[in-house]
Protein backbone atom coordinates (compact mmCIF):
# COMPACT_ATOMS: atom_id res chain seq x y z
CA UNK A 1 0.00 0.00 0.00
CA UNK A 2 3.10 2.50 0.70
CA UNK A 3 5.81 3.33 -1.03
CA UNK A 4 9.19 3.66 0.75
CA UNK A 5 11.79 6.32 -0.13
CA UNK A 6 14.87 6.98 1.83
CA UNK A 7 16.69 10.43 1.55
CA UNK A 8 19.36 12.06 3.09
CA UNK A 9 18.36 15.60 3.23
CA UNK A 10 15.14 17.05 3.85
CA UNK A 11 15.81 19.21 1.37
CA UNK A 12 13.74 17.63 -1.69
CA UNK A 13 10.46 17.68 0.73
CA UNK A 14 7.86 20.20 1.32
CA UNK A 15 8.05 21.86 4.78
CA UNK A 16 4.30 21.74 5.30
CA UNK A 17 4.22 18.07 3.83
CA UNK A 18 6.77 17.08 6.75
CA UNK A 19 5.06 19.23 9.27
CA UNK A 20 1.75 17.98 9.09
CA UNK A 21 2.91 14.75 10.12
CA UNK A 22 4.38 16.65 13.44
CA UNK A 23 2.76 17.10 16.73
CA UNK A 24 1.92 21.24 17.02
CA UNK A 25 3.71 21.27 20.08
CA UNK A 26 6.92 19.83 18.99
CA UNK A 27 9.67 22.43 17.75
CA UNK A 28 12.52 19.42 17.41
CA UNK A 29 10.66 17.73 14.76
CA UNK A 30 9.45 20.34 12.90
CA UNK A 31 11.15 20.64 9.55
CA UNK A 32 12.78 23.63 10.30
CA UNK A 33 14.73 22.51 13.33
CA UNK A 34 15.97 19.19 11.44
CA UNK A 35 17.02 21.39 8.28
CA UNK A 36 18.74 23.85 9.70
CA UNK A 37 20.53 20.96 11.33
CA UNK A 38 21.73 19.76 7.80
CA UNK A 39 22.43 23.67 6.22
CA UNK A 40 24.29 24.52 9.18
CA UNK A 41 25.99 21.18 8.69
CA UNK A 42 25.80 20.53 12.33
CA UNK A 43 24.48 16.87 10.91
CA UNK A 44 26.02 15.27 7.85
CA UNK A 45 29.46 14.21 6.75
CA UNK A 46 31.79 14.12 9.45
CA UNK A 47 29.20 15.04 12.19
CA UNK A 48 28.62 11.66 13.46
CA UNK A 49 25.06 11.97 12.25
CA UNK A 50 24.35 10.96 9.07
CA UNK A 51 20.92 11.68 8.00
CA UNK A 52 19.03 8.97 5.95
CA UNK A 53 15.22 9.48 6.77
CA UNK A 54 12.66 7.07 5.87
CA UNK A 55 9.35 8.17 4.27
CA UNK A 56 6.10 6.36 3.25
CA UNK A 57 3.91 7.64 0.30
CA UNK A 58 0.55 6.88 -0.73
CA UNK A 59 -0.25 8.11 -4.24
CA UNK A 60 2.67 10.25 -3.85
CA UNK A 61 1.50 11.92 -1.06
CA UNK A 62 3.83 12.16 2.56
CA UNK A 63 2.22 10.25 4.91
CA UNK A 64 4.41 9.08 7.05
CA UNK A 65 8.35 9.75 8.22
CA UNK A 66 11.06 8.95 10.59
CA UNK A 67 13.91 11.11 11.51
CA UNK A 68 16.76 8.38 10.72
CA UNK A 69 20.59 8.50 11.43
CA UNK A 70 23.46 6.15 10.49
CA UNK A 71 26.09 6.98 13.72
CA UNK A 72 29.77 6.18 14.31
CA UNK A 73 29.43 6.70 17.68
CA UNK A 74 27.00 7.49 20.82
CA UNK A 75 27.53 11.15 21.31
CA UNK A 76 24.59 13.99 21.31
CA UNK A 77 22.25 11.31 22.13
CA UNK A 78 21.26 11.44 26.02
CA UNK A 79 20.15 7.83 26.51
CA UNK A 80 23.73 6.52 27.12
CA UNK A 81 24.78 2.93 25.26
CA UNK A 82 28.41 3.69 26.05
CA UNK A 83 28.24 0.59 28.39
CA UNK A 84 27.16 -1.51 25.39
CA UNK A 85 29.69 -0.84 23.46
CA UNK A 86 32.40 -1.04 25.59
CA UNK A 87 30.97 -4.29 26.43
CA UNK A 88 30.54 -5.38 22.73
CA UNK A 89 34.31 -4.56 21.41
CA UNK A 90 35.80 -5.73 24.76
CA UNK A 91 34.12 -9.30 23.50
CA UNK A 92 35.08 -8.54 19.93
CA UNK A 93 31.85 -7.81 18.48
CA UNK A 94 31.54 -4.36 16.25
CA UNK A 95 29.15 -2.00 17.47
CA UNK A 96 29.12 0.83 15.19
CA UNK A 97 27.76 1.97 13.08
CA UNK A 98 24.67 1.80 14.32
CA UNK A 99 21.32 3.39 13.79
CA UNK A 100 19.75 5.93 15.55
CA UNK A 101 16.11 7.21 15.59
CA UNK A 102 16.40 10.69 17.62
CA UNK A 103 16.63 14.61 17.01
CA UNK A 104 20.30 15.03 17.37
CA UNK A 105 21.40 16.44 20.51
CA UNK A 106 18.70 17.23 21.92
CA UNK A 107 17.52 14.89 24.93
CA UNK A 108 13.53 15.88 24.94
CA UNK A 109 10.94 13.49 24.20
CA UNK A 110 8.73 13.26 21.00
CA UNK A 111 6.86 11.36 18.21
CA UNK A 112 9.35 9.43 16.33
CA UNK A 113 7.15 7.60 14.08
CA UNK A 114 5.88 10.46 12.51
CA UNK A 115 2.11 10.20 11.19
CA UNK A 116 -0.67 12.41 10.95
CA UNK A 117 -2.64 12.44 14.31
CA UNK A 118 -5.88 11.94 12.34
CA UNK A 119 -4.80 9.51 9.81
CA UNK A 120 -7.53 6.48 9.70
CA UNK A 121 -4.22 4.14 8.37
CA UNK A 122 -1.86 5.15 11.30
CA UNK A 123 -0.92 1.14 12.06
CA UNK A 124 -0.44 0.04 8.52
CA UNK A 125 2.08 3.46 8.22
CA UNK A 126 4.06 2.51 10.83
CA UNK A 127 3.91 -1.25 10.03
CA UNK A 128 5.73 0.26 6.95
CA UNK A 129 7.99 2.69 8.35
CA UNK A 130 9.43 -0.06 10.78
CA UNK A 131 9.79 -2.02 7.69
CA UNK A 132 11.75 0.81 6.12
CA UNK A 133 13.66 1.27 9.57
CA UNK A 134 15.17 -2.70 9.91
CA UNK A 135 15.41 -2.58 5.54
CA UNK A 136 18.15 -0.03 6.31
CA UNK A 137 19.66 -1.71 9.39
CA UNK A 138 20.06 -5.21 6.75
CA UNK A 139 21.52 -2.83 4.15
CA UNK A 140 23.89 -1.50 6.30
CA UNK A 141 24.88 -4.24 8.22
CA UNK A 142 24.73 -2.17 11.37
CA UNK A 143 24.71 -3.69 14.81
CA UNK A 144 22.46 -2.42 16.24
CA UNK A 145 18.92 -0.26 16.43
CA UNK A 146 17.92 2.65 18.95
CA UNK A 147 14.16 4.61 19.33
CA UNK A 148 15.56 7.81 21.67
CA UNK A 149 12.63 9.87 23.65
CA UNK A 150 10.18 8.38 21.85
CA UNK A 151 6.62 8.02 23.43
CA UNK A 152 5.37 4.88 25.40
CA UNK A 153 2.50 4.28 23.03
CA UNK A 154 5.59 4.00 20.32
CA UNK A 155 7.22 1.95 22.39
CA UNK A 156 5.07 -0.40 23.29
CA UNK A 157 4.47 -1.06 19.65
CA UNK A 158 7.95 -1.13 18.88
CA UNK A 159 8.15 -3.80 21.83
CA UNK A 160 5.08 -6.28 21.02
CA UNK A 161 5.07 -6.11 17.78
CA UNK A 162 9.11 -5.77 16.26
CA UNK A 163 10.43 -7.27 19.31
CA UNK A 164 12.27 -3.99 20.27
CA UNK A 165 13.78 -3.96 24.34
CA UNK A 166 12.33 -1.25 26.02
CA UNK A 167 14.20 1.26 28.05
CA UNK A 168 12.75 3.45 30.58
CA UNK A 169 14.91 7.15 32.09
CA UNK A 170 13.60 9.82 33.91
CA UNK A 171 13.80 13.55 33.59
CA UNK A 172 12.46 16.46 35.41
CA UNK A 173 9.06 18.43 33.78
CA UNK A 174 6.98 21.02 35.10
CA UNK A 175 3.30 20.57 34.15
CA UNK A 176 0.37 23.91 34.70
CA UNK A 177 -2.06 22.85 37.03
CA UNK A 178 -4.52 26.11 36.40
CA UNK A 179 -2.14 28.65 37.90
CA UNK A 180 -3.27 32.21 37.32
CA UNK A 181 -0.26 33.51 38.07
CA UNK A 182 3.52 32.60 39.58
CA UNK A 183 2.40 33.86 43.41
CA UNK A 184 -0.99 31.25 42.41
CA UNK A 185 1.68 28.79 41.95
CA UNK A 186 3.56 29.28 45.01
CA UNK A 187 0.59 28.64 47.19
CA UNK A 188 0.87 24.67 45.83
CA UNK A 189 3.99 24.34 47.40
CA UNK A 190 4.77 23.36 51.07
CA UNK A 191 5.96 26.13 53.26
CA UNK A 192 9.60 25.26 53.04
CA UNK A 193 9.44 25.13 49.45
CA UNK A 194 7.86 28.03 49.49
CA UNK A 195 10.09 30.07 50.82
CA UNK A 196 13.29 28.58 49.38
CA UNK A 197 12.05 30.05 45.97
CA UNK A 198 11.14 33.29 47.08
CA UNK A 199 14.55 33.38 48.87
CA UNK A 200 16.70 32.16 45.81
CA UNK A 201 14.60 34.79 43.40
CA UNK A 202 15.54 37.63 46.40
CA UNK A 203 19.32 36.54 45.95
CA UNK A 204 19.15 36.54 42.00
CA UNK A 205 17.80 39.90 42.05
CA UNK A 206 20.28 41.61 44.63
CA UNK A 207 22.97 40.66 41.97
CA UNK A 208 21.99 44.18 40.34
CA UNK A 209 21.84 42.98 37.06
CA UNK A 210 18.66 43.40 34.83
CA UNK A 211 16.71 39.97 34.13
CA UNK A 212 14.03 39.21 31.40
CA UNK A 213 12.78 36.80 29.60
CA UNK A 214 11.61 37.90 25.70
CA UNK A 215 10.99 36.29 22.53
CA UNK A 216 13.41 35.74 19.73
CA UNK A 217 12.11 38.69 17.72
CA UNK A 218 12.87 41.03 20.39
CA UNK A 219 16.02 40.34 20.83
CA UNK A 220 18.95 42.44 19.80
CA UNK A 221 22.27 41.98 17.81
CA UNK A 222 24.14 41.73 21.14
CA UNK A 223 21.68 39.13 22.54
CA UNK A 224 21.63 36.81 19.76
CA UNK A 225 25.53 36.51 19.86
CA UNK A 226 25.64 35.67 23.85
CA UNK A 227 23.26 33.24 22.96
CA UNK A 228 26.16 31.12 21.26
CA UNK A 229 28.61 32.31 23.54
CA UNK A 230 26.52 31.06 26.48
CA UNK A 231 26.44 27.40 24.99
CA UNK A 232 29.82 27.56 24.41
CA UNK A 233 31.04 28.00 28.11
CA UNK A 234 28.08 25.25 28.96
CA UNK A 235 29.59 22.80 26.58
CA UNK A 236 33.09 24.03 27.92
CA UNK A 237 32.60 24.00 31.63
CA UNK A 238 31.60 20.50 31.33
CA UNK A 239 34.05 18.70 28.99
CA UNK A 240 30.81 18.20 26.77
CA UNK A 241 31.14 18.84 22.47
CA UNK A 242 29.91 21.48 20.84
CA UNK A 243 27.83 20.06 18.30
CA UNK A 244 25.99 23.29 17.60
CA UNK A 245 28.15 25.71 15.17
CA UNK A 246 28.07 29.38 15.07
CA UNK A 247 26.12 29.32 11.87
CA UNK A 248 22.80 27.52 13.42
CA UNK A 249 23.23 30.76 16.12
CA UNK A 250 23.76 33.36 14.24
CA UNK A 251 21.84 32.28 10.71
CA UNK A 252 19.71 29.33 11.28
CA UNK A 253 18.14 29.98 14.80
CA UNK A 254 17.97 33.66 13.95
CA UNK A 255 16.01 33.63 10.80
CA UNK A 256 14.29 30.43 10.42
CA UNK A 257 13.70 29.52 13.99
CA UNK A 258 13.07 32.67 15.30
CA UNK A 259 9.69 32.35 15.93
CA UNK A 260 10.58 29.55 18.15
CA UNK A 261 13.40 31.28 20.45
CA UNK A 262 12.19 32.32 23.90
CA UNK A 263 15.77 33.90 25.66
CA UNK A 264 16.52 34.98 29.47
CA UNK A 265 19.18 37.04 29.64
CA UNK A 266 20.82 38.97 33.23
CA UNK A 267 22.22 41.74 31.75
CA UNK A 268 24.34 44.38 33.07
CA UNK A 269 24.67 48.09 31.32
CA UNK A 270 22.94 46.52 28.13
CA UNK A 271 24.92 43.90 27.97
CA UNK A 272 24.49 39.93 28.91
CA UNK A 273 26.11 38.30 31.30
CA UNK A 274 24.16 35.09 32.13
CA UNK A 275 21.29 33.80 29.81
CA UNK A 276 19.66 30.78 28.40
CA UNK A 277 17.76 29.56 25.63
CA UNK A 278 14.66 28.13 25.03
CA UNK A 279 12.14 26.30 22.09
CA UNK A 280 8.35 27.56 22.26
CA UNK A 281 6.11 25.35 20.33
CA UNK A 282 2.25 25.02 20.73
CA UNK A 283 1.68 25.26 24.32
CA UNK A 284 5.07 23.82 25.26
CA UNK A 285 8.41 25.20 26.40
CA UNK A 286 11.89 23.40 26.35
CA UNK A 287 14.75 24.81 27.90
CA UNK A 288 18.20 23.75 26.07
CA UNK A 289 21.27 25.88 26.47
CA UNK A 290 22.50 27.92 29.96
CA UNK A 291 25.56 29.72 30.53
CA UNK A 292 27.26 32.47 32.40
CA UNK A 293 30.63 34.85 32.12
CA UNK A 294 30.18 35.94 36.06
CA UNK A 295 28.91 33.63 39.42
CA UNK A 296 26.11 35.39 40.82
CA UNK A 297 23.96 33.29 44.03
CA UNK A 298 20.87 31.57 42.42
CA UNK A 299 20.73 32.98 38.95
CA UNK A 300 20.46 30.51 37.19
CA UNK A 301 17.59 28.80 38.94
CA UNK A 302 15.91 32.30 38.59
CA UNK A 303 17.21 32.12 34.27
CA UNK A 304 16.01 28.62 34.21
CA UNK A 305 13.15 27.55 36.46
CA UNK A 306 11.35 30.47 37.78
CA UNK A 307 11.62 33.21 35.27
CA UNK A 308 10.22 30.21 32.29
CA UNK A 309 7.89 28.89 34.92
CA UNK A 310 6.70 32.61 35.36
CA UNK A 311 6.46 32.79 31.68
CA UNK A 312 4.39 29.61 31.42
CA UNK A 313 1.56 30.39 33.53
CA UNK A 314 1.57 34.20 31.90
CA UNK A 315 1.20 32.94 28.25
CA UNK A 316 -0.77 29.51 28.85
CA UNK A 317 1.76 27.21 28.30
CA UNK A 318 0.82 23.60 30.03
CA UNK A 319 4.31 21.92 30.23
CA UNK A 320 7.76 22.74 30.87
CA UNK A 321 11.05 20.65 30.00
CA UNK A 322 13.96 22.19 31.32
CA UNK A 323 16.59 19.42 29.54
CA UNK A 324 18.44 16.20 30.76
CA UNK A 325 19.44 14.98 34.16
CA UNK A 326 19.44 17.47 37.46
CA UNK A 327 17.77 15.97 40.36
CA UNK A 328 18.16 20.04 42.07
CA UNK A 329 15.09 20.49 39.60
CA UNK A 330 12.79 18.60 41.92
CA UNK A 331 13.17 21.40 44.21
CA UNK A 332 12.56 23.89 42.17
CA UNK A 333 9.12 22.53 41.28
CA UNK A 334 9.86 19.94 38.19
CA UNK A 335 8.86 16.48 39.09
CA UNK A 336 10.33 13.43 38.15
CA UNK A 337 8.60 11.85 34.64
CA UNK A 338 9.32 8.78 32.38
CA UNK A 339 11.10 9.07 29.24
CA UNK A 340 10.89 5.95 27.31
CA UNK A 341 13.13 4.38 24.44
CA UNK A 342 13.42 1.12 22.47
CA UNK A 343 16.54 -0.65 21.07
CA UNK A 344 17.17 -3.95 19.34
CA UNK A 345 20.35 -5.58 18.97
CA UNK A 346 21.46 -8.12 16.19
CA UNK A 347 24.22 -9.62 18.08
CA UNK A 348 22.26 -12.73 20.23
CA UNK A 349 24.66 -12.81 22.98
CA UNK A 350 25.02 -8.66 23.34
CA UNK A 351 21.38 -8.84 23.13
CA UNK A 352 20.34 -11.49 25.84
CA UNK A 353 22.88 -9.27 28.35
CA UNK A 354 21.46 -5.89 27.61
CA UNK A 355 17.97 -7.58 27.63
CA UNK A 356 18.47 -8.74 31.46
CA UNK A 357 20.03 -5.79 32.43
CA UNK A 358 17.24 -3.28 31.06
CA UNK A 359 15.16 -5.50 32.85
CA UNK A 360 16.67 -4.57 36.27
CA UNK A 361 17.29 -0.90 35.09
CA UNK A 362 13.72 -0.35 35.01
CA UNK A 363 12.60 -1.65 38.36
CA UNK A 364 15.61 0.82 39.77
CA UNK A 365 14.36 3.85 37.37
CA UNK A 366 10.59 2.89 38.78
CA UNK A 367 11.43 3.16 42.23
CA UNK A 368 13.72 6.06 42.23
CA UNK A 369 11.18 8.14 40.16
CA UNK A 370 8.80 6.83 43.34
CA UNK A 371 11.31 8.12 46.19
CA UNK A 372 12.32 11.39 44.28
CA UNK A 373 8.55 12.16 43.66
CA UNK A 374 8.03 11.68 47.61
CA UNK A 375 10.18 14.59 47.94
CA UNK A 376 8.61 17.17 45.37
CA UNK A 377 8.16 20.55 46.50
CA UNK A 378 4.32 20.42 46.30
CA UNK A 379 1.67 20.17 49.00
CA UNK A 380 0.92 16.76 50.47
CA UNK A 381 -2.81 15.34 50.13
CA UNK A 382 -4.72 19.08 50.36
CA UNK A 383 -3.44 22.29 49.92
CA UNK A 384 -3.20 22.42 53.95
CA UNK A 385 -0.79 20.20 54.09
CA UNK A 386 3.02 22.00 54.71
CA UNK A 387 4.41 18.97 57.08
CA UNK A 388 7.87 18.08 56.03
CA UNK A 389 9.17 14.92 54.83
CA UNK A 390 12.11 13.07 56.82
CA UNK A 391 15.58 14.94 56.21
CA UNK A 392 13.72 17.01 54.14
CA UNK A 393 16.57 19.69 55.53
CA UNK A 394 19.15 17.78 53.83
CA UNK A 395 17.13 17.29 50.11
Known amino acids: MYELRFADSLAGIHASDWNALVDPNDPFTDYRFLRALETSACVGPHTGWLPNYVLAYAEDRLRGAIPLYIKGDSYGEFIFDWAWADAAMANGISYYPKLVVAVPFTPAAGNRILVGAEDDSRAEIID ?9 AEEQSVSSLHFLFCREDEQKVLSEKFDLMPRLTHQFHWDDQGYQSFDDYLGALRNSAR ?7 KKA ?19 WRALYTFYLDTTGRKWGSAYLNERFFARELREGLVDN ?27 RYWGTLESHDALHFELCYYLPIEYCIAEGLRHYEAGAQGAHKLRRGMMPCPTYSAHWLRHPGLRGAVDHYLDGERDAIGEEMKYLGGYGPFKREGKGSDSKRPNEENG
Open 128 to 136: ALVGGVMQV
Open 195 to 201: KNVRRER
Open 205 to 223: AASGLKIEILSGRELSDIQ
Open 261 to 287: VVATFASRDDTPVAGALFFRKGKHLYG
